[in-house]
């Protein structure tokens, strides 16, 4: 399996400000990766898939890059609904998550 | 806007089979291009993706899992279904059902999953 691992686990920020979430692979993935946000609760949302493409309705705020092995999600402008865990997913073989990022609003 | 709806029992015994359903409303799983998925997570951890089937029966499911699960779908109730047997304590989980489209034919490819139901939490305990 394609392990993902995603850095920092934890992510403590103030409402206004900008945030970078990292997901490395332990082997290509090509730009065959997915970004969710989860809330509390809550099911995964799709925010990001094919590493940089928004998905409906999400955000300009939240844009995603990275190809092969290393990819980051940029969100700019933190909301207080923005706190949630992120995880990023891969499907470019049998799929894979990563264990999150928790980000937390001050 | 399609909705997807898991439902079935929230305890079941050790070494018994957990069996779900998922209810799409809002469209249809027949004559679509998508796959209808299962993914399940572990308390405190990333999901872990199950399986998939498609409106006509092919379905293929994740290694891991070892022959325990089998994911049919009835297009008559618009309704697909998981039975996962000889359960564990390791199998409890938060059970999702959701969608993918289906973009290569006669090898198995993958894609992102969206949308995705509420969930239904599943332990398994006697």
């Known amino acids: 399996d394609i392990v993902l691992t995603q850095s920092p686990a934890t992510l403590s920020v103030s409402p206004g400000e900008g945030a970078t979430l990292t997901c490395r692979a332990s082997?290509?993935?090509?730009?065959?990766l997915a970004w969710y946000r989860q809330r509390p609760g809550q099911a995964p949302r799709l925010l990001i898939y094919?590493?940089?493409v928004r998905a409906t309705g999400v955000p300009a705020r939240f844009s995603g890059s990275g190809s092969g092995t290393e990819f980051t999600l940029t969100i700019g402008s933190l909301q207080s609904e923005d706190s949630a865990i992120y995880y990023c997913?891969?499907?470019?073989?049998?799929?894979?998550f990563g264990q999150g990022t928790k980000v937390e609003i001050k | 806007q399609l909705r997807l709806q898991e439902s079935g029992p929230g305890l079941v015994k050790p070494s018994e089979t957990l069996s779900l359903t998922c209810s799409v409303s809002?469209?249809?799983?027949?004559?679509?291009?998508?796959?209808w998925d299962w993914v399940r997570q572990p308390p405190g951890k990333g999901p872990q993706f199950i399986g998939s089937?498609?409106?006509?029966?092919?379905?293929f499911y994740n290694p891991s899992l070892k022959g325990r699960v089998v994911i049919s779908v009835d297009t008559s109730k618009n309704q697909f279904s998981l039975n996962l047997t000889s359960v564990t304590a390791a199998d409890t989980a938060v059970y999702y059902c959701?969608?993918?489209?289906?973009?290569?034919?006669?090898?198995?490819?993958?894609?992102?999953?969206?949308?995705w139901g509420p969930g239904t939490h599943v332990t398994v305990s006697s």
């Open positions: 959701a969608r993918h489209l289906r973009t290569c034919v006669n090898v198995i490819c993958h894609k992102f999953f969206d949308p």
């Open positions: 809002g469209g249809s799983i027949s004559g679509t291009n998508y796959y």
């Open positions: 089937v498609f409106h006509n029966g092919d379905n």
């Open positions: 082997q290509t993935v090509d730009r065959q």
């Open positions: 094919d590493a940089s």
């Open positions: 997913h891969q499907y470019n073989n049998w799929p894979t």
